[in-house]
Every structure is written in C-alpha cells, then in structure tokens.
C-alpha cells in the first residue's frame, strides 16, 4: 500500500482524549475462562522487524510435515503460531467483504475451531484486515467494514483463543489496519484500548495507522489531505498516555516500516507507476531504504536498491531487522496468478543486505524467481518466499506454471542454505518461524488459484525433484567489495 507524503516538522504535543470512557465495547454473553499465553505477532515482535528469537529450519534439505489446501479465499495476512496452535484470518465473502478466524493443531494440522458470526449479533465478521495476534488468552484483529453493506460488523474484535468465542468487539473502530498487543493494552494507532474489556484508555488522530511499539512508545503514520495535496507525518506518542514526543513529515509515496529501540526503518516506492527501464535497471525514482532516530525523528540515512530486469511495476518489500542488517526485496514486475505458458518468468528478484549503522550494501541474493514478500530472519537464517519453476534446468516451454518455493539464505554472507518448492502457485506471504519449522501460506487468488497452507522441516533426505527448485544458472550471491 503506498503512502504518499510531504510536511513540515510539527513540535510540540497534540491534545488527546486522554481515558476517554466515551463508547464502551459490547460484551459477548459466551464468555469463556481463558488460559495465559503470551503475545505472538506474525511479523516477529511489536517492532514489525519481520525477527524471531527462535530458529527455523537451517536443512541441510527440508521436507513438508502437513500441509490444507485453503481454497480461493484470501488470507489476511502470515500464520500467528502460540501455545500450539496456528492462526490464520481469511476472506470468505469478496462482496459482503467478510471473512473469519481459523484455528489449526500445531503439530497435526487439524483444524480446532473456527470463528465466522458475532454470536450476539448474528452478522457475519468482517474480513481479518492482518494476522491475528494472541496475548494473554486472547485473539485480537481488526475486521474490515463495507459501509454500504450491512450484513457483518467490521471493528476490532477480542477472541478467546482456545475457543474462539467472541469476549468482546468495538464496532465504531473500523479504520486500522492492524493493530498490536502489549501490557494488557491494544494498540491500533488511533486508539488505545484496554485489553481486558475493550474499553478506550488513550486516542490519537482519528486516521493514525500503528507502525511499532518499543520501549514504551508508540510509532504511527497519519495520512491526511491539506488542500489538494496528501500528506503523512511519522508520529511517536507516549504508550502510556499518547502524549505525541515528536512528529516528522515522511519520506513521499513509503510502503512499510520497522522499528528498533533506536532506529525507524522504512521502504519506498514510486506511487505514480512512472517507470521505465534501461539496460535491465530502473533509472527512474529509485527504490529507497530509511532509517529514522526514534529519539527525535530525524532522518539518519537513505540508500537506493534497485529492480533489476525489465518490468513497468518494480517492488521493494517491507524491511526485516536484526541485529547487524537490514534485509529487503524487491522485483522487476508482479503478477498474481503467473500462468507463463509462452513466456517464461523471469523477475529477476533480490533480496539486499544493508548494514544496520549507515545503509551499506554487505551483499545481496540474486534470483529469477518472483519474490512475494518481505524476508523473514530467524536465527542466522534469511527466509525469503518466491515463485519459480520446480525440478533443476532451465524453465521449460508450454504449460507447467511456476510453484511457490522458499529460500533460506545465511545472514552474515547471503549464501544460499536451501531452497524448496511447496505444491502450490498463488500468491506467497512472509513465512512464519516457531519450534524450529517454518510455517508458510499462500494466498488464493481470483477464483482459479488455490490457496495453500503448510509446515516445512528440517531432514537429512534430499527432496524428490517435484521439490527441487530450478536455478538455470541464474541465482547468485554477491559480496560487497570493500563495503561499498
């Protein structure tokens, strides 16, 4: 999703409806006893830095433990994995735009429960807009709202996370994309609620949207138009009280972010679509990484990764952080459903390694294959979901459509690890790591492509060759030399 943006420092503090009791949450009556467990995020941790603190599978082959066919449906966003179970939100309905909440055995697949109706209401849910997250015995996410349509409730909705019984909803809330989970608080950007019952602690500006939380402080984007222009500022409040710390304008037409304690990182893309190509580079508006001071806003650094190869819709992913880099994708061109029948794909996806500190490249993955998603780091591990052709030479002619595959590339050089190919083909989402597997979906896709979710470990076994990913000489690592 771009977000165009232009403005002028703003100091100071905003006024905020600070304990604002003003429109309590409505209860569910099938209230349930719930059991403690902590928070799970499908983006790594309140930060959205796309990092896990556990390790994912590292080979030397990897192999499928389950995996569901998941219809045309559209999934909200990656797997949440807690306390055993898998989470994932879907659309079921493209019209009424509503969906619902699946809940899925860890270790077996088995479906546990699933939530579609507001049992006090009788409406539909609206449709997950992001993964689910669990806090404390509780599954929170937003569902979106059609206001034209009348036949679900869109808000943001607390669900008991063995059960899936609704504990209570906010139907005036309909707005934020996502939301996050911290000290029994929820955070949307707009609003701050108390986890317990739903009731408003804090609100911000009514089209604040929630980037990350760290250490005590809450990181917004607030879109608005003045005039004719569409502006964004980068907002950091207070998690306490939502007093505002500072406000910067953000860098124009930005897709996504990260945060640290001490560093905002973002990704930017072209918004006009006004792209063209020499040479199998993008010479146009760059692709463009951020870091920002999360002390005070200011901007630390900007470095420029490019698309290679020929395309008119070139791609940088949200970034992923750890400790030493800064990981992001990108890609030539996109498209959905990738039935190369004449013309072989060839979208030339990277995925870079910067340096955390200034933004230098220290070296970057080169591949034909169409990366989906941003990359997900677990352990000394890059995990990076794509689509390509399956079994090893080079991408045949005719009919045989590209499948879903999965890189797992070393952090410190870029080395690929393994790779994989999953029986699927529609659009993939960042995977989810836990217990040492990785837990991958893909989306279903315009009714004609299924969707796909499924586990994947580590084994001594090479896979047969309907899992082997095709290289036709054309995935690489490149070091950087001298740090330059």
């Not at 986890?195 to 804090?202: E, N, R, V």
């Not at 005590?216 to 009280?241: K, M, S, Y």
């Not at 146009?284 to 901007?299: E, I």
Request: net charge negative.
């Amino acid at each position: 999703m771009n977000r165009r943006t232009f403005l002028q420092v703003v100091g100071g503090t905003t006024a905020l409806s600070v304990g604002v009791k003003d429109t309590a949450p409505v209860l569910a009556t099938d209230k349930t006893n719930r059991n403690t467990v902590s928070r799970n995020n499908a983006r790594g941790n309140t930060g959205t830095t796309q990092t896990v603190s556990t390790n994912g599978p590292t080979g030397p082959y990897v192999t499928t433990r389950w995996s569901i066919d998941h219809g045309f449906d559209e999934l909200s966003g990656s797997p949440t994995i807690h306390d055993g179970t898998v989470y994932v939100g879907e659309q079921t309905d493209y019209v009424l735009d509503s969906g619902k909440i699946i809940a899925y055995d860890e270790e077996t697949g088995d479906r546990r429960w699933v939530r579609r109706r507001n049992p006090k209401t009788g409406h539909l849910i609206g449709r997950p807009r992001h993964a689910p997250v669990a806090s404390e015995g509780r599954l929170f996410f937003v569902g979106s709202q059609d206001p034209e349509v009348d036949y679900h409730l869109g808000g943001v909705y607390a669900l008991d996370a063995q059960s899936g019984r609704i504990e209570w909803f906010r139907d005036n809330i309909i707005r934020p994309p996502t939301l996050d989970v911290v000290d029994d608080r929820v955070y949307l950007g707009s609003h701050a609620l108390d986890a317990s019952t739903g009731q408003t602690i804090w609100k911000g500006e009514q089209n604040e949207q929630l980037l990350g939380l760290v250490d005590g402080i809450v990181f917004t984007q607030f879109p608005e138009t003045l005039g004719e222009d569409p502006v964004t500022h980068l907002i950091a409040r207070n998690a306490a009280d939502g007093t505002q710390r500072w406000r910067v304008p953000a860098p124009e037409s930005w897709m996504d972010a990260a945060v640290t304690p001490n560093t905002l990182y973002l990704t930017s893309d072209d918004a006009d679509g006004n792209r063209s190509y020499e040479n199998g580079l993008f010479p146009g508006r760059p692709l463009s990484v951020y870091a920002y001071s999360t002390t005070d806003g200011s901007k630390q650094w900007e470095r420029t990764v490019r698309a290679r190869g020929e395309g008119n819709r070139p791609y940088v992913s949200a970034p992923a952080v750890d400790d030493s880099h800064v990981y992001v994708s990108t890609r030539s061109s996109f498209s959905a459903l990738l039935d190369y029948a004449d013309h072989p794909i060839d979208a030339a996806g990277t995925v870079y390694a910067l340096d955390r500190e200034n933004g230098v490249e220290r070296w970057r993955f080169e591949t034909p294959a169409h990366v989906d998603a941003a990359p997900t780091v677990a352990g000394n591990t890059v995990y990076v979901a794509a689509r390509y052709y399956n079994c090893p030479g080079a991408p045949p002619s005719g009919h045989h459509p590209p499948r879903n595959v999965i890189y797992a590339l070393e952090t410190a050089t870029g080395a690929e690890r393994w790779s994989y190919a999953v029986d699927a083909r529609a659009p993939g989402l960042s995977p989810s790591i836990a217990n040492g597997k990785l837990y991958f979906a893909v989306s279903g896709a315009s009714d004609i492509i299924e969707g796909w979710l499924g586990v994947v470990e580590s084994t001594d076994c090479q896979p047969s060759c309907e899992h082997q990913v095709a290289d036709d000489g054309k995935t690489r690592t490149v070091q950087a030399s001298n740090g330059c």
